[in-house]
Protein backbone atom coordinates (compact mmCIF):
# COMPACT_ATOMS: atom_id res chain seq x y z
CA UNK A 1 0.00 0.00 0.00
CA UNK A 2 0.94 3.13 -0.50
CA UNK A 3 0.67 6.11 1.62
CA UNK A 4 -0.43 9.48 1.31
CA UNK A 5 -0.66 12.87 2.98
CA UNK A 6 -4.04 14.09 3.76
CA UNK A 7 -5.05 17.50 4.92
CA UNK A 8 -7.78 19.21 6.62
CA UNK A 9 -8.27 22.97 7.31
CA UNK A 10 -10.90 24.72 8.18
CA UNK A 11 -11.99 27.96 8.42
CA UNK A 12 -14.85 29.95 10.41
CA UNK A 13 -16.36 32.64 7.74
CA UNK A 14 -16.91 35.91 9.21
CA UNK A 15 -20.56 35.79 7.26
CA UNK A 16 -22.28 32.77 5.20
CA UNK A 17 -20.42 32.04 2.04
CA UNK A 18 -23.05 33.68 -0.30
CA UNK A 19 -22.57 36.57 1.79
CA UNK A 20 -21.04 39.93 -0.99
CA UNK A 21 -18.20 40.46 2.46
CA UNK A 22 -17.32 36.85 1.51
CA UNK A 23 -17.40 37.28 -2.72
CA UNK A 24 -13.98 37.83 -3.37
CA UNK A 25 -13.31 34.37 -1.49
CA UNK A 26 -15.54 32.35 -3.26
CA UNK A 27 -15.07 33.87 -6.40
CA UNK A 28 -11.64 32.60 -6.80
CA UNK A 29 -12.45 29.21 -5.14
CA UNK A 30 -12.23 27.33 -9.09
CA UNK A 31 -9.33 29.18 -9.47
CA UNK A 32 -7.60 28.23 -6.53
CA UNK A 33 -8.65 24.48 -6.95
CA UNK A 34 -7.75 24.64 -10.10
CA UNK A 35 -3.58 25.66 -9.00
CA UNK A 36 -3.79 22.79 -6.33
CA UNK A 37 -5.15 20.07 -8.72
CA UNK A 38 -2.06 21.23 -11.44
CA UNK A 39 0.45 20.87 -8.11
CA UNK A 40 3.17 18.39 -8.45
CA UNK A 41 2.04 16.26 -5.90
CA UNK A 42 -1.56 16.02 -5.70
CA UNK A 43 -3.74 13.63 -5.35
CA UNK A 44 -7.17 14.31 -4.83
CA UNK A 45 -9.72 16.76 -3.03
CA UNK A 46 -13.08 16.58 -1.46
CA UNK A 47 -15.30 18.77 -3.53
CA UNK A 48 -19.02 18.74 -4.25
CA UNK A 49 -21.09 18.95 -7.63
CA UNK A 50 -20.26 22.70 -7.46
CA UNK A 51 -16.64 21.55 -7.40
CA UNK A 52 -15.69 22.92 -3.87
CA UNK A 53 -16.38 21.76 -0.62
CA UNK A 54 -18.51 24.63 0.87
CA UNK A 55 -21.46 22.33 1.39
CA UNK A 56 -20.03 19.73 3.38
CA UNK A 57 -21.05 20.64 6.89
CA UNK A 58 -19.09 18.45 9.61
CA UNK A 59 -19.27 20.88 12.22
CA UNK A 60 -23.16 21.45 11.83
CA UNK A 61 -22.67 25.63 10.88
CA UNK A 62 -22.60 26.75 8.22
CA UNK A 63 -19.94 29.35 8.73
CA UNK A 64 -17.34 26.37 9.00
CA UNK A 65 -15.94 25.85 6.17
CA UNK A 66 -13.60 22.75 5.65
CA UNK A 67 -11.01 21.89 3.24
CA UNK A 68 -9.55 18.38 2.54
CA UNK A 69 -7.17 17.33 -0.06
CA UNK A 70 -4.78 14.43 -0.68
CA UNK A 71 -0.98 14.50 -1.30
CA UNK A 72 2.02 12.12 -1.97
CA UNK A 73 4.33 14.17 0.54
CA UNK A 74 4.51 17.48 2.81
CA UNK A 75 6.90 18.84 0.27
CA UNK A 76 4.22 19.03 -2.27
CA UNK A 77 1.23 20.30 0.04
CA UNK A 78 3.86 23.12 1.63
CA UNK A 79 4.95 23.98 -2.27
CA UNK A 80 1.48 24.91 -3.42
CA UNK A 81 0.48 26.09 -0.20
CA UNK A 82 2.87 28.90 0.05
CA UNK A 83 4.76 29.25 -3.46
CA UNK A 84 1.82 29.77 -5.85
CA UNK A 85 -0.73 31.87 -5.89
CA UNK A 86 -2.76 30.08 -3.29
CA UNK A 87 -0.55 32.56 -0.66
CA UNK A 88 -2.00 35.24 -1.70
CA UNK A 89 -5.52 34.22 -0.53
CA UNK A 90 -3.82 32.67 2.22
CA UNK A 91 -2.14 36.45 3.33
CA UNK A 92 -5.68 37.99 2.87
CA UNK A 93 -7.57 35.28 4.76
CA UNK A 94 -8.76 38.07 7.76
CA UNK A 95 -11.02 40.03 5.38
CA UNK A 96 -12.99 36.51 5.17
CA UNK A 97 -12.36 33.99 8.62
CA UNK A 98 -12.82 34.70 12.01
CA UNK A 99 -9.49 33.53 14.13
CA UNK A 100 -10.17 30.26 15.74
CA UNK A 101 -8.77 29.37 19.47
CA UNK A 102 -7.66 25.47 18.41
CA UNK A 103 -5.93 24.51 15.52
CA UNK A 104 -7.25 24.94 12.12
CA UNK A 105 -5.30 21.82 10.18
CA UNK A 106 -3.81 18.44 10.84
CA UNK A 107 -2.40 15.95 8.67
CA UNK A 108 -2.83 11.90 8.67
CA UNK A 109 -1.34 8.89 6.49
CA UNK A 110 -3.89 7.54 4.37
CA UNK A 111 -3.47 4.74 1.83
CA UNK A 112 -4.19 5.23 -1.67
CA UNK A 113 -7.76 3.28 -1.96
CA UNK A 114 -9.39 5.30 0.45
CA UNK A 115 -9.53 8.58 0.37
CA UNK A 116 -11.40 10.85 3.49
CA UNK A 117 -14.29 12.09 3.74
CA UNK A 118 -15.86 15.29 5.50
CA UNK A 119 -16.43 13.77 8.86
CA UNK A 120 -12.85 11.49 9.19
CA UNK A 121 -11.15 14.99 8.57
CA UNK A 122 -12.92 16.35 11.25
CA UNK A 123 -13.06 13.18 13.78
CA UNK A 124 -9.08 13.32 12.57
CA UNK A 125 -8.83 17.39 13.95
CA UNK A 126 -11.27 16.98 16.73
CA UNK A 127 -8.36 14.52 17.56
CA UNK A 128 -5.70 16.94 17.65
CA UNK A 129 -7.70 19.36 19.76
CA UNK A 130 -8.63 17.06 22.55
CA UNK A 131 -5.27 14.96 22.56
CA UNK A 132 -2.40 16.58 21.02
CA UNK A 133 -0.71 15.34 17.81
CA UNK A 134 -0.12 11.68 17.09
CA UNK A 135 -0.02 9.36 14.55
CA UNK A 136 -3.65 9.62 14.06
CA UNK A 137 -3.01 13.41 13.84
CA UNK A 138 0.03 15.37 13.56
CA UNK A 139 0.54 19.45 12.02
CA UNK A 140 3.87 21.05 10.03
CA UNK A 141 5.73 21.19 12.96
CA UNK A 142 5.41 17.63 14.17
CA UNK A 143 5.49 16.15 11.09
CA UNK A 144 9.18 14.70 11.66
CA UNK A 145 7.69 12.81 14.36
CA UNK A 146 4.96 10.60 12.17
CA UNK A 147 6.24 10.46 8.77
CA UNK A 148 6.49 7.01 7.87
Same mark, same amino acid.
Given at each position: MNQLLAHINIGLL +?? $???? $??? @?DF?? +???? !?? @??? =? @?? $?GFVWRLKDEDNNATSFNPYNNE %? !??? +? !??????? =? @? %???YAYHTDHMAFFKRRHEWFLPLDKPHMCLWWTDSTEMPDADEGKNRLDHLWENGPSQFSFDFRTYNQFSN
Open positions: +NA $PIDD $PMI @AAD +NLDK !IN @AIA =E @AA $P %L !IIV +N !ISVWTNL =E @A %LKD
